[in-house]
């Protein structure tokens, strides 16, 4: 079996959980108290790592979650577990290819055909897909210290402008606690705090198992801190502004001009964007790719292209990057991932203990 170390997995969820959040401004409708709702977004998810999702892992450790699903519910309902979560995970893959194509058409690539930009994306995820799990970590590994090269060095360069002021966040909680809550919950939950039960899929190539919680917790305190400075910065740059920008780090980015020749710094954004969806897709890719090679009993390099067709299909079904955007904010992030991020998740632990207090009374018995 594929192995990774703890130091790639801790690089696997720092670069999936920022993925290209820091781009935008999460939690939008809570105005300038938006990073007080991603802070609570990322104690909410901390608890459900520690309630519900790691305790999954802890008790099957070399097991992946379509596995487990099989010991716990048998065959027949742990197939459609298995299908619920082909379905997840390849939607998931479908937005963040959308999402980095209507965006290069958008800002940089405004007369390439748009499957072009997706197909060449899927591509190359695809083939990393193929490398397998440790050629992934290892990538993880050695691009992580780069990205956030980067972002520190556009944080400087945004306060070192004087457009970065404080005094945009106040009066902080002026529209009372209950409006930056319902922005957290279930939002900023399900994006992008929610998204770690796909590591149900990968934790059982960490090595040593023994560090994994711990390696996790470490991981995403870290990017959810990060997420939340960045939220920070945009508010702090565009004021009302950022709740209505489509990318707004482009936005505060393009406001930048330092040292009379330091401007014009849309290539950095763009790399960041290319290289945090990249990261996130492929990873969803991967969980599709190995959910479906179990179900399916096939290789997981067979199913890579099945799964890139229905992919690139499935990106290109939206009508808009608009349309995109609405259903995925205004459908799937408040009612549909819940149900597979927190609900499935939480009665698939009951059901494990459950199960193991059973087997511990018969072996009991005389």
Known sequence: MERISQSQLAAMIILFQIGSSPLFLLASPAGSDAWISVFIGVLCGMIFLLLVTLPIHRMAPDKNLMEIFDRTFGKAAGGIFGIAYIVYFSYEAIRNVREFGDLMIMYLLPHTPLWIIMFILLVVAGYAVHQGVEVFARIAEIILPFIMLMYLGLFVMIYGTGIFDLHRLQPVLGNGFKKVLSAAIPGV??????????????????????????????????????????????????????????????????????????????????????????????????????????????????????????????????????????????????????????????????????????????????
């Open 189 to 366: 939950i399900s994006f992008p705090f929610g998204q770690m039960v796909l590591f149900l899929m990968f934790w059982k190539y960490a090595s040593p198992s023994a560090k994994t919680t711990k390696v996790t917790l470490g991981s995403f305190l870290f990017a959810g801190t990060f997420i939340t400075v960045t939220n920070i910065f945009i508010i702090a740059s565009l004021g009302a502004m950022s709740e209505f920008s489509i990318i707004p780090l482009l936005q505060v980015v393009n406001l930048v001009k330092f040292a009379n020749f330091v401007e014009r710094l849309d290539p950095i954004v763009a790399l960041l964007l290319f290289t945090g969806v990249f990261m996130k897709m492929t990873a969803y890719f991967f969980g599709t790719a190995l959910v479906s090679s179990q179900l399916f009993k096939k290789d997981r390099r067979k199913t890579i292209v099945p799964v890139g067709v229905l992919i690139l299909i499935g990106s290109l079904m939206f009508r808009s990057y608009i349309q995109h955007i609405w259903i995925g904010f205004e459908k799937n992030v408040n009612i549909h991932f819940p149900i597979v991020q927190i609900l499935i998740p939480t009665l698939l632990l009951l059901a494990m203990l459950i199960r193991n207090r059973l087997r511990r009374s018969e072996s009991q018995l005389p």
